[in-house]
């Protein structure tokens, strides 16, 4: 995951991918659901896996048995409009999810899987390589946000990655043992990092980011803050190196050996063009936060309407604190709406309203905000099922327009084709959190036994500034 990212974010490297085409392999669009989110308004939603295959001399690095893709950390990344601002939504391993239909190796479809771990998509139909189109068919099914492009990396990318940038520094808070990295060893075995600041690459940086145990509180949120910050210092060093083909050659040739992509950046020039797009992004503004979640047991349950009222910015194309990425009054929650919506107007436009969420009340609600402006409501129920995340405007042929306008008075609401005439509005768990027409809206509401924003972390954040972390 470390290393699809710094390659993904070292703009200037793009040209050098015409070397480097031959060692990039692609994945299928064919395991891509057919009912997928709208495509973004603005910016740009890249979701990065790291791969924890143990195939391919990969369980040398790994440690582990079996040919079996696995999914060891999943990054939704979502570059701003603007092409400066950047923030990096982490989702844990152990999430508890709804995992969609994804297609087999043999041409099947399974069926949908509830209350799920997140990571078990991945390895849906057991196959080396993993299934990136099922995780993808995840995470948009999450968060109703269109992936863009997807990204994996395995052990190996990782590992020559680290290595040849000459190593990353790194704080250990205490001496850590061969145990504390395998748990089933009999004896605690040699030590294999000492307590304070050093370097680490290949081997050593590996164990650093996978470790559960010695380090922090040995959970997989305290591994992904870890992680987060390895990457702030792995982007700080090649940032520091300068931005030129002996620093970027080696680090892309190492990243690209052990790289699958979307068939959207299979070829060098669709690679080159998508890197180029995010060549301004600046490390300050880069940052980074796991999806909001509470422990349920030994698993992770994300925490509503935290969640989703942070999709919501995302779709919006607003920061973690609320505000356009640009820091334009304009773009901000307290201003945004007003202005949007108070020259909306419905005349000669019909919406049929549908609640998709469990909370009872919000047809009503909908209905009468859309009469306000002039619309017709032919009607306001209940929807087929109450598991909506997201909301959507559904519009027929050559509809697109009025849906459009539709979606103006619901913030961060997505648009979806459909076969037959008229438009609808099925409204998804971010309604209530997202703003009111002509009303200013808070941030993002935190409930107490959620985390996300308070462990926000940027990309230029010294890592070693606390010896705590992780």
């Known amino acids: 995951m470390v290393v699809s990212f710094l390659v993904l974010l070292s703009g200037a490297v793009g040209w050098l991918y015409f070397k480097l085409n031959g060692n990039i392999t692609t994945f299928g669009a064919d395991g891509l659901s057919d009912n997928r989110p709208e495509g973004n308004a603005a910016g740009q939603n890249v979701l990065v896996i790291g791969s924890d295959t143990r195939s391919g001399g990969n369980s040398k690095l790994g440690g582990g048995t079996g040919d079996v893709g696995r999914s ?6 979502h570059v701003y409009a603007d092409g400066k601002h950047a923030v990096g939504v982490s989702i844990p391993r152990d999430t508890l999810v709804d995992i969609p239909p994804c297609r087999l190796p043999d041409g099947s479809w399974t069926s949908t899987r509830r209350n799920a771990m997140f990571n078990s998509a991945f390895s849906v139909g057991e196959t080396a390589r993993g299934n990136p189109a099922c995780t993808q068919n995840t995470v948009e099914k999450l968060t109703g946000l269109r992936m ?34 395998s748990p089933s060893l009999p004896t605690r075995g040699k030590r294999i990092f000492s307590k304070g600041v050093q370097t680490v690459s ?3 940086a590996l164990d650093y980011v996978r470790i559960r145990h010695g380090i922090g509180d040995g959970s997989d949120i305290g591994r992904i ?16 190196r300068g931005i030129d083909p002996t620093t970027l050659y080696p680090l892309a040739n190492a990243a690209t050996k052990s790289m699958t992509v979307d068939p959207g950046l299979g070829s060098a020039k669709k690679l080159m063009s998508f890197a180029l797009s995010m060549k301004d992004i600046d490390l300050h503004n880069t940052k980074f936060v796991t999806i909001p979640w509470r422990y349920q047991g030994e698993r992770v349950a994300i925490v509503q309407p935290d969640a989703d009222g942070l999709w919501a910015d995302i779709r919006a194309d607003r920061t973690i604190e609320g505000k356009a990425a640009g820091g334009e009054k304009d773009g901000s929650r307290e201003s945004a709406t007003p202005s949007a919506t108070s020259t909306v107007s419905g005349a000669g436009i019909s919406v049929a309203v549908y609640n998709g969420t469990t909370t009872p009340g919000l047809a009503a609600r909908a209905a009468d905000t859309l009469r306000t402006h002039g619309f017709t409501v032919t009607g306001a129920t209940n929807a087929d099922t109450q598991d909506h995340a997201t909301t959507v405007v559904g ?53 107490p036994s959620s985390h996300v924003a308070d462990d926000a972390r940027s990309a230029d ?10």
């Open 202 to 204: 290949g081997q050593k």
């Open 395 to 447: 519009y027929g042929p050559g509809e697109r327009d009025r849906a459009q306008t539709v979606a103006r008075l619901f913030p961060g609401a997505g648009l979806r084709p459909a076969t037959t005439p008229g438009i609808s509005l099925t409204l998804g768990r971010t309604y209530p959190t997202a703003p009111s027409p002509g009303a200013a809206t808070p941030s993002t509401p935190t409930a």
């Open 461 to 470: 954040d010294d890592p070693c500034s606390n010896l705590s972390y992780g």
């Open 148 to 181: 863009d492009h997807t990204v994996v990396v395995d052990f190996k990318g990782f590992s020559r990655m680290t290595s040849a940038v000459g190593g990353v520094q790194v704080c250990v808070p205490q001496d850590v043992y061969e145990r504390d990295l």
């Open 72 to 77: 060891d950390t999943a990054l939704l990344l």
């Open 225 to 240: 803050r870890r992680q987060q910050a390895f990457i702030s210092a792995l982007l700080k060093k090649v940032k520091g």
